[in-house]
């Protein structure tokens, strides 16, 4: 399948700042670098949405029909520039109406590390192909990890401000 040698051949660099324990007043940063390699990518055609997944990575997904829905973690790949990276407020759901937020308020696409997550209703696996309802990534977008969604660890009992609720 030729999606196979398009991931195998791409990976990421994510870079992960720690603030080591000094004083609040002077914090020092180190820099580590964890590599992320796609086990897969999005394809939308003729009506079905699947994430089609490297064939090294079909072992991978045993047990997983065992599921209703699965967290598909994906790579926001086409904001990847260092400008996009370096926004960290925006507009929520891209209108100029709301007020600025910080994008670990938001699920905007451009923040500094293009880590996307979406919860899908999973329809079947075959193989290495797994048909899902929806997603909310593009086409080709690179899937970096899956977990199964389990209620009990996953669900919460949340509150949220006003404006997430209001039409995008």
């Not at 919860?119 to 048909?131: A, Y």
Request: hydrophobic fraction near 40%; aromatic fraction near 10%.
């Amino acid at each position: 399948m030729r999606y196979s040698c398009l991931v195998v051949a791409a990976f990421f660099v994510v870079s992960v700042w720690f603030i080591s324990p000094t004083s609040a007043n002077n914090q020092q940063i180190s820099s580590k670098h964890f590599v992320v390699y796609p086990i897969g990518q999005v394809d939308k055609r003729d009506g079905r949405t699947t994430i089609i997944l490297d064939k090294n990575y079909q072992a991978g997904l045993s047990g997983l029909d065992g599921f209703s829905h699965v967290l598909v973690f994906y790579w926001f790949d086409r904001n990847d520039t260092p400008q996009e990276r370096s926004i960290l407020q925006v507009h929520p759901h891209g209108n100029k109406q709301n007020p600025l937020k910080g994008v670990f308020a938001t699920r905007a696409p451009v923040r500094p590390n293009l880590i996307a997550l979406s919860l899908c209703r999973i329809i079947s696996i075959r193989e290495n192909v797994i048909e899902i309802d929806q997603i909310d990534a593009f086409p080709n977008s690179p899937v970096i990890d899956l977990k199964p969604y389990v209620p009990s660890v996953d669900a919460a009992h949340a509150s949220w401000p006003e404006w997430v609720d209001r039409e995008q």
